[in-house]
């Protein structure tokens, strides 16, 4: 008896060293599944998915202009939506949930709008096409303002292939920068069909320019935000002044759309961690509150739509304050739903149609390279 009392601690201790390393068995295990899950998404969405929509475009979307524009719309639009739904379903892959407060944007998914969102990570772009994926037509028909770091990769192609913008940063540029949009508006905004206009005038992420945004504020004058920056007003005025409701101006711009998204407790998580699950208290809720307002031609002049769009942020700043107390925007809200049959269907299709180009050019056009490179060195 004396015996075994003095053994039982020791195999009570190999009992628990035994299960703390089949624990930590599992955790690895789930960080190499999550790694390769994160790997999938990763490819898929900076290639596969880039690729196979350009080359769809280029060889059977492309050729619909010899019969005509409005068709040739139709199917480009449809084309975007399914890249769309890919970012959804990635998206989903990390555990989003995206929640709604406010006024409605599917009221008006069909009207042209400028939108405006404060900007707080990379997963923003994740729940924006989340939230707007529901909203009927919205998704084929919007045009993105994105910072050109991205327009030499292969999703730059595909966004350069829908119409999208590109911004350099610097004040030395900005000028010439605005007035090729303007170009770009005027040459494209209606020909296209574009209906939202969606950009972050705020020009970065706020923890890259909360300083910056600090100071700018002491400069001029402004009260200080804690929880956004003061937007750039040059590309939104840019946008107003060219397709805003204006004397002349057919199917202008009606709405502005005020966009504040808030993450938990202001912890905002960075894309990796949210492609390996890795959430800031594993809380995956992320919330979104809309304010539509009705376009006003006087915003066609800069101070007054600076002056308007000023107040908005510190009414945002409010917003986010009240947020990060409460955890929500308001009482009534929206949950996003997105079938996950919707997320396998979407899969399937980009996987089966870059397949069908490699077997329609990629490959035959791999052999012929091939052969000439044999033939030239030997």
Request: include cysteine; glycine fraction near 6%; proline fraction near 4%.
């Amino acid at each position: 008896m004396c015996k075994q009392n003095i053994q039982y601690p020791n195999a009570k201790k190999m009992a628990s060293a035994k299960d703390r390393s089949m624990d930590e068995s599992s955790m690895d295990l789930k960080k190499i599944m999550a790694m390769i899950g994160a790997f999938y998404w990763l490819v898929m969405t900076a290639l596969i998915v880039p690729v196979a929509c350009v080359a769809t475009c280029i060889l059977f979307v492309t050729p619909l202009l010899l019969f005509s524009r409005p068709l040739f719309n139709k199917w480009e639009h449809r084309v975007c939506r399914m890249v769309n739904d890919h970012w959804v379903s990635a998206g989903q892959y990390t555990g989003l949930n995206v929640v709604e407060y406010g006024d409605d944007i599917g009221k008006i998914s069909d009207k042209r709008c400028l939108f405006l969102a404060n900007h707080l990570g990379l997963v923003d772009h994740f729940i924006l096409m989340t939230s707007m994926h529901n909203k009927y037509n919205l998704t084929g028909r919007y045009l993105w303002v994105i910072y050109n770091i991205w327009k030499y990769t292969p999703l730059g192609m595909m966004w350069t292939a829908h119409g999208n913008f590109f911004v350099n940063g610097g004040a030395s540029k900005r000028a010439s920068v605005l007035q090729t949009f303007r170009e770009h508006l005027r040459s494209q905004y209606w020909k296209q069909d574009y209906g939202f206009v969606v950009m972050y005038p705020e020009g970065s992420r706020l923890f890259l320019i909360k300083d910056s945004s600090a100071r700018f504020a002491e400069k001029n004058g402004l009260q200080p935000l804690k929880h956004c920056a003061h937007p750039r007003t040059g590309a939104a005025h840019a946008v107003l002044s060219e397709c805003g409701p204006q004397p002349g101006c057919e199917n202008p711009i009606e709405y502005i759309v005020d966009c504040t998204l808030g993450y938990p407790k202001g912890e905002v998580v960075e894309l990796g961690k949210a492609m390996t699950g890795e959430w800031p208290n594993n809380d995956t809720t992320v919330s979104v509150h809309y304010r539509i307002h009705k376009a006003d031609p006087a915003w066609a002049d800069e101070k007054e739509l600076q002056k308007w769009l000023y107040a908005r942020y510190e009414e945002k700043d409010q917003l986010l304050d009240e947020f990060y107390r409460t955890g929500r925007f308001g009482e009534d809200s929206r949950p996003v739903f997105f079938p996950f049959s919707r997320a396998i269907l979407v899969q399937i299709f980009w996987v089966a149609l870059f397949y069908g180009h490699y077997l329609l050019w990629m490959k035959p056009l791999t052999v012929l390279s091939y052969r000439l490179l044999i033939a030239l060195l030997f």
